[in-house]
């Protein structure tokens, strides 16, 4: 499995649209927050406002299989190729919004190593939505009329994931955005 990992990212690397104008500083930015959140709307208005290539878990797994399974093996591979081409746009100057769940501290640990390697400005944004919203947002998404989104989340995905979401620990400051 290691040895598809550069391959995984050149082909994902091919599926993205990287910034063409440089922020002062190289910015990683952590999207968090669990599916029907707005995470996929926030990252594409932020894309609109700053030079940023958005690395969006839902449609990198789409690129890498095309039958999902959401195994252990699939998504260790998938977090893994997502997390070295995040690394390599980073070192190439190229600021990136990484737009998943990101619900489980270990696992944004590694992206804050990466930020601090890399000497990436961190910000994380931590997404929530009460939970009547994420229910209409999901089933719009179940009949098909979820817009861009490519998430394939439903109620039952969210309802499993509530109990993983854990405390980001690094230092943040939170957003408060008007749910719409």
Known sequence: MEKSIPNDVDLLRRH???ATESLARVVLMIVSGL???GKSYFSRRMAERAPLA???TDAMRNVLFPFLTHSGA???RHFKACHSLIDDLLNRGISVL???TNLVE???KRLYNIADKTDAKLIIVRMEAPPEVVAERLRRGEEGDGGEDNSTADLSVYSRMVASVEPI???HSPWILPVT
């Open 16 to 18: 993205i649209s990287a």
């Open 35 to 37: 599916p029907g959140t």
């Open 54 to 56: 958005i690395v969006e």
């Open 74 to 76: 699939e998504n260790g």
């Open 98 to 100: 990484f737009d998943a």
């Open 106 to 108: 270990r696992n944004r």
């Open 169 to 171: 620990r690094r230092d």
